[in-house]
C-alpha cells in the first residue's frame, strides 16, 4: 500500500479515481448491451482484460517516467507513422493475416494473439513528439515557425484520415491549437491558423479524402428533425435511435438491464460509440450528469498539474493530454445528442474497445507522471516572454 502510495501523488488520485469510475460504468454498459445475446459476455471479459493491460501500461510511465519518454519520443513517432503507413499499404498490397480490411477500413494491425488500433496510439506517441519539440523552442512565435509543428500534426493526421478514421483525426488539430497557446505563440498567429482552418472545412468537405458516407453523416445532422422515413432508417437512423435512448431515460434511468431498448439492438454500436446514450437511458440525466462531472473532474485535476509544473516538457505534456481527452469526449457526447455528426468516436474509458482504453490510461499514466515531480520555486516559469 505504501508502495502504491508512492507511486501516486495527492493529484494523481483523483484522475486515477475518475477514470477507473467512468471504466466501471462503461463495464456495466457494455455487460447490460450483451444481456439479450447468447452466451458468456465476451465483450465484458476482454475489456475487463485491457483494463488490466491499461493500468500495467499507467503503472509502467510511472516507473518509466515522462522525462525518459521525452527523449523517446521521435523513436516513437516514427514507428506510429510506420505502422500508419503499412495500414494504407494494406490497401493495395495484400498483408494478412497481420493487416485485413474490416468494416471497410484498415485500421488495426495483428500480431499474435493481439490486435493494436493505430491510431489511438498515435494520439499518445504525436502529444509527446509536440511537447518534445515545443519545450525550449521560441521560434514557433514567428507564422513561419509554426511549419515544424504543423508538419507534426498534418502527417499523422492525413494517413488516418486515409484509413478511414475521421473521428481520431479530428483529435489532433484541437490539441496542437491548444498546445501551441500553452506554449506562447502569439495571438494574432492563432487567430490566422483559426481562420485558415474555418476557410479549409468547405474545402476538405469537397476534396477526394473525405467519403460519401461521412458526407451523409454531416448532412444528417441538419435533418435530424425531419419526419422523412427515409433519412430516419437510413443515414439518420443511428442518430435517431441515440437520441430516443437518450430521451426515454428521464431523470433517474429506466434501471440497469431493465429495458427491451438494448436487448432488441435497437442503437447499433451500442458498446461502443453510443455508450453514452446506454448510461443516459439506464440511468437518466443524473447519471449523465455524473459521467460528465468524472471528465471534468480529471480535466480540472490536469490542468491543476499543469499550472504547478515548471517543467515545459511536463506542462505541454498535462495540457495535452486535458486537449485529447476534453476534445474527445465533447465530440463523441455531442454526436451522440445531435449536437455533431457521427464521426465513429469513441467515449474515453468508458467505451468498448481494447487499444481505446490502453491509449487513454497510458496517456493518464503521463498526466500523472507529470503530477510525481515537484515544480522547484527557484526555476523561471515557462512560456512566458517580455518581448511582445
Same mark, same amino acid.
Given at each position: 500500500m505504501r508502495a502504491l502510495t508512492r507511486a501516486i501523488p495527492i493529484l494523481g488520485w483523483p484522475v486515477l479515481l475518475a477514470a477507473l469510475m467512468l471504466t466501471f460504468l462503461g463495464l456495466l454498459g457494455v455487460y447490460s448491451a450483451e444481456a439479450g445475446l447468447e452466451g458468456p459476455p465476451r465483450v465484458t471479459m476482454r475489456q475487463v482484460m485491457f483494463l488490466m493491460i491499461g493500468l500495467g501500461g499507467f503503472f509502467a510511465v510511472q516507473v518509466v517516467g515522462y522525462r525518459e519518454l521525452g527523449r523517446w519520443a521521435y523513436p516513437l513517432f516514427f514507428l506510429t507513422m510506420f505502422a500508419l503507413a503499412a495500414l494504407i499499404a494494406a490497401k493495395y498490397v495484400p498483408m494478412a493475416p497481420f493487416i485485413v480490411e474490416r468494416r471497410n477500413s484498415f485500421r488495426w494491425i495483428t500480431i499474435g494473439p493481439m490486435t493494436f488500433q493505430v491510431s489511438e496510439y498515435a494520439k499518445v506517441s504525436f502529444i509527446i513528439a509536440l511537447a518534445w519539440y515545443l519545450r525550449y523552442r521560441t521560434n514557433f512565435r514567428s507564422l513561419g515557425g509554426l511549419l515544424m509543428p504543423f508538419i507534426l500534426t498534418l502527417i499523422p493526421m492525413a494517413m488516418i484520415l486515409k484509413e478511414p478514421d475521421l473521428g481520431t483525426s479530428l483529435l489532433l488539430l484541437p490539441t496542437l491549437f491548444v498546445m501551441l497557446y500553452v506554449a506562447g505563440t502569439k495571438n494574432r498567429h492563432l487567430s490566422v491558423i483559426l481562420l485558415l482552418g474555418m476557410t479549409a472545412v468547405p474545402v476538405f468537405y469537397f476534396s477526394p479524402l473525405m467519403n460519401p458516407y461521412q458526407r451523409q453523416r454531416i448532412q444528417a445532422l441538419f435533418h435530424q428533425d425531419e419526419t422523412d422515413a427515409h433519412w430516419r432508417l437510413n443515414a439518420g437512423y443511428q442518430l435517431n435511435q441515440s437520441k430516443m435512448a437518450i430521451g426515454s431515460g428521464g431523470i433517474a434511468g429506466q434501471g440497469f438491464k431493465q429495458s427491451a431498448f438494448f436487448r432488441h439492438n435497437l442503437l447499433p454500436e451500442e458498446h461502443n460509440d453510443f455508450i453514452f446514450a446506454v448510461v443516459a437511458h439506464q440511468w437518466g440525466f443524473l447519471g449523465? =450528469?455524473?459521467v460528465i462531472v468524472l471528465y471534468l473532474v480529471i480535466i480540472a485535476t490536469g490542468l491543476t498539474i499543469a499550472s504547478a509544473t515548471t517543467d515545459p516538457l511536463g506542462? +505541454? =505534456?498535462? #495540457?495535452? #493530454?486535458?486537449a485529447v481527452l476534453c476534445a474527445q469526449t465533447l465530440i463523441n457526447i455531442g454526436m451522440t445528442i445531435g449536437l455533431m455528426p457521427i464521426t465513429g468516436m469513441s467515449l474515453p474509458f468508458v467505451s468498448a474497445g481494447g487499444s481505446g482504453l490502453?491509449?487513454?490510461? +497510458?496517456? +493518464?499514466?503521463l498526466l500523472v507522471s507529470v503530477a510525481r515531480r515537484r515544480p522547484i520555486d527557484m526555476a523561471p516559469k515557462p512560456f512566458e516572454f517580455d518581448n511582445e
Open positions: 449523465a =450528469l455524473f506542462r +505541454l =505534456l498535462a #495540457v495535452g #493530454v486535458c490502453i491509449s487513454n490510461y +497510458l496517456a +493518464l499514466g
